[in-house]
């Protein structure tokens, strides 16, 4: 098989990965499906929010770091203002719609669900816009030639390329899962901590996400070493969603 028709799989692996996070916690907290869908609002609202402002502020960020900055320096920099930007629409809406409606953060079930909700309905989105690109590729539609393109940079450099989307997909979910938690929880409780580090947490995520489209390194370099620089966050992610289930599951 060619590298664009062995891509259906990541996509496709993306969507399960998606429905697999669902169905599981949906089995261990059963908690009611609209829960996971309030997450996805939540999301889909400050994704275009976050989207707007970029068009109107990021190009005029980045130009003028780029002339103030070293090249090691903008990196860190853009990266960690794109991670704050991302944060302050999406955590920023996830707080503002706890201190609006406490129920929203009640317990660690439905907090982490909420989080579910958000990373699940952006893997789905992901993975349906992937294969959909894919599978136009494959019909020879014109204009599909830069996708075709893409994905032979990414396989060539990439060892196991059609691994990649599904494992970053389960690491950014336990991220949106850990950082939701903790500010629903935090918020919900009076933690004030608790809200900070949820705001870091997918801050830093997120950073590194802006760090590797500011570098312009993406497709010359492997993808592995970005999902490495985004693991530490889902590995401090399980850990935080376990003392979040074992402490904050009762009703308070």
């Known amino acids: 098989m060619n590298n664009v028709t062995i891509s259906i799989i990541p996509a496709v692996g993306m969507m399960i990965v998606a429905s697999a996070a669902v169905i599981y916690w949906r089995r261990v907290s059963k908690l009611q499906f609209r829960w996971f869908w309030l ?11 976050k989207a707007a402002c970029a068009l109107l ?3 005029a960020a980045i130009v003028f770091m780029s002339e103030i900055l070293s090249y090691p320096l903008l990196i860190l920099g853009g990266g960690l203002f794109i991670g704050f930007q991302s944060s302050f629409f999406e955590i920023g809406l996830t707080l503002l719609a706890v201190l609006i409606w406490h129920q929203i953060g009640r317990d660690a079930n439905r907090a982490i669900g909420i989080g579910i909700g958000v990373g699940a309905f952006e893997a789905m989105l992901l993975g349906i816009a992937s294969l959909t690109g894919i599978l136009a590729v494959l019909a020879g539609i014109p204009g599909t030639e830069k996708i075709h393109e893409g994905i032979n940079k990414v396989a060539a450099v990439t060892p196991l390329f059609w691994l990649v989307g599904p494992a970053e997909r389960i690491s950014v979910i336990l991220c949106h899962a850990s950082s939701r938690a903790l500010v629903l929880l935090g918020a919900r409780n009076r933690k004030t901590m608790m809200v900070f580090w949820g705001f870091l947490i997918f801050t830093l995520l997120d950073g590194v996400a802006g760090a590797a489209h500011i570098s312009g390194k993406i497709g010359t370099i492997s993808m592995w070493w970005i999902e490495l620089a985004i693991l530490p966050f889902a590995l401090i992610s399980i850990p ?13």
């Open 39 to 49: 997450g996805a609002g939540l999301w889909t609202i400050a994704v275009a929010l």
């Open 57 to 59: 502020t990021n190009k």
């Open 240 to 252: 935080i969603l376990r003392w979040c289930y074992a402490s904050w599951n009762k009703v308070r």
